[in-house]
């Protein structure tokens, strides 16, 4: 069988995989019910819609014609290595730094892989998703996530 997009031949094996794996994982932690869910529910869940949407792109990949066969071109090392510094940020910085400073630093730093870096667009950003999330997580769903540096709660 050929492939007929190999873009989308690649992107469709790696969602299949990744959902895989997390429905595999999922599967050490106690799955519970509809009414209670355990702390595998979700994931379970997710990992198996992720692996079946992969596998439809999958199929389509093998199936349907496309005009130039959307082959994958280089792949982009400064967005990649940009949004994973990122996040690996965040994890380091939230619980030492707190939300208020890890979520700005979060988007300064991925929007460095971007090619139309504008500081104005990049805090206004940085300001909206960092009260948004406060809104939501803190003091809607009154979730305990630091909000300032732990050495600023010693003052």
Do not use: H
């Amino acid at each position: 069988m050929k492939v007929k997009s190999e873009r989308d031949f690649w992107a469709g094996l790696m969602f299949v995989v990744v959902g895989i794996a997390f429905a595999w994982g999922a599967l050490s932690y106690r799955f519970g019910g509809s009414a209670e869910p355990g702390p595998g529910f979700f994931p379970l869940g997710l990992g198996a819609l992720l692996a079946a949407l992969g596998a439809v792109i999958l199929f389509a990949s093998l199936t349907v014609e496309t005009p130039s066969g959307e082959t994958i071109g280089p792949i982009a090392w400064r967005p990649l290595l940009c949004v994973v510094a990122a996040v690996a940020a965040f994890g380091w910085a939230l619980p030492q730094l707190g939300m208020f400073v890890a979520l700005p630093l979060l988007v300064v730093v991925a929007s460095f892989g971007g090619s139309e870096f504008r500081w104005g667009e990049v805090l206004a950003n940085a300001a909206v998703l960092t009260l948004s999330s406060w809104a939501i997580f803190v003091w809607g769903l009154r979730l305990n996530i630091p909000l300032r540096p732990v050495f600023a709660a010693l003052w």
